[in-house]
Nanobody, 123 residues
Framework: QVQLVESGGGLVQAGGSLRLSCSAS????????MSWFRQAPGKEREFAAA????????TYADSVKGRFTISRDNGKKVVYLQMNSLKPEDTAVYYC????????????????WGQGTQVTVSS
């Protein structure tokens, strides 16, 4: 029922930019906080960014703050992650997730995930 489809990943040089998209269906998109997580090879899935249901406020992990911007279009049912000044350490599979009650930095607090999109940043 709930479906999240990420797109926009790819290979980019350090200092470059990518814009990820997550298209949502199967739930009332405008009532849910949305988040982006990432998982690098050999590491745990970690929180990257979250945006409130109405798009008014956003929260970022310290590692991406000032470089990434999360936003959403409730009419199109899409959440975006604009990634600028990319670093090799940003290399990971990026996942879109739906909050249960409200956004959280803990991956265990999310029930639905997209398939992920690979972001590779070369030095």
């Amino acid at each position: 029922q709930v479906q999240l489809v990420e797109s926009g990943g790819g290979l980019v040089q350090a200092g470059g930019s990518l814009r990820l998209s997550c298209s949502a269906s199967g739930f009332i998109f405008g009532s849910k906080d949305m988040s982006w997580f990432r998982q690098a090879p050999g590491k745990e899935r970690e929180f990257a960014a979250a945006v409130m249901w109405n798009g008014v406020t956003a929260t970022y992990a310290d590692s991406v703050k000032g470089r990434f911007t999360i936003s959403r279009d409730n009419g199109k049912k899409v959440v975006y992650l604009q990634m600028n000044s990319l670093k090799p350490e940003d290399t990971a599979v990026y996942y879109c997730a739906v909050s249960r009650l409200r956004w959280s930095v803990r991956a265990d607090d999310y029930n639905y995930w997209g398939q992920g999109t690979q972001v590779t940043v070369s030095s």
